[in-house]
């Protein structure tokens, strides 16, 4: 898939989240929009998983630890053909498996997740079983940067580089903002380079919505050999759509009608001149 094929695939995902989250009445709007792009490049260019293998011992992994931005990955999977994309239209309705948060009830999701600090220490335990059982596949878990704080992290963070997990990408979706704040006004836990470097891992910085750059991050895996790696992904909270960008209030919210048509407008630019 060509760079402008995947920008142009993440304006229909954003587009899909908004959609959904609209249907839903409910949704954490700006870290779906945040992340969306390293789903995107995850699942289109990197990861060996798909419907077909979902249940061979040799697919990649990937765990959503910011479970609650699970509209992103609802979005990504139906596209990806897991299921169809009109059970979306489901999202949070009563006996609906499409809740707020990850369940294994639907198919392509890995495990449950939503409470946060719980998405690594899963991921490494996976990871450590590949080596095990000597097989190749890879393990990735989506991080936001507000979860950083759970203690947790810190101690899944020491076992991976002790047992070596070279074959484990943690991604830490930066956009710098939680629920009640700024992550340096709530707890700061920057530098996060320093700190994981600190623990053994071997640490890359990118732009987490340049789709060219995410490819080629994850390209070089593993940094360095015999160590975990940790992508830190600078992001917008809100990407796409002004409003929303770095705005707390949008950590989760839905947009009446007029916001909705709105952000449409902003995601879907006007086509350019013929000899342009």
Partial sequence: MTD??????????????????????????????????????????????????????????????????????????????FF????????????????????????????????????LPIAVGTALAAKMDDKNFKVYTLLGDGELPEGSNWEAALTAAHYKLDNLCAIIDNNKLQITGTNAEVCNTDPLDGKFESFGWAVREVDGHDVKALKEVFAAMPFEPGKPNLVIAHTIKGKGVSFMENSVKWH?????????????????????????
Avoid: M, W
Wanted: proline share 6%; with cysteine; charged share 20%.
């Fill in 252 to 276: 989760h919210g839905v947009p009446n009608a007029e916001q909705y048509e709105v952000a449409l407008g902003e995601l879907s630019p006007p086509s350019p001149l013929k000899g342009e």
């Fill in 4 to 81: 402008q094929e995947l920008i142009a695939k993440s304006v229909q995902y954003r587009k899909n989240i908004l959609k959904y989250i609209v249907g839903a009445k409910a949704g954490h709007t700006g870290g779906s929009l945040s992340c969306i792009d390293i789903l995107n490049v995850l699942y289109n260019e990197v990861l060996n998983v798909s419907p077909e293998n979902f249940t061979s011992p040799d697919r990649d992994r990937y765990i959503q630890s910011k479970g609650h931005c699970v509209e992103a990955l609802f979005v990504t999977l139906a596209d990806a053909g």
């Fill in 84 to 119: 169809p994309e009109s059970d979306l239209e489901t999202l949070c309705k009563y006996q609906s498996h499409y809740i707020g948060h990850p369940t294994k009830k639907v198919h392509g999701v890995e495990q449950n997740t939503g409470a946060l600090g719980h998405g």
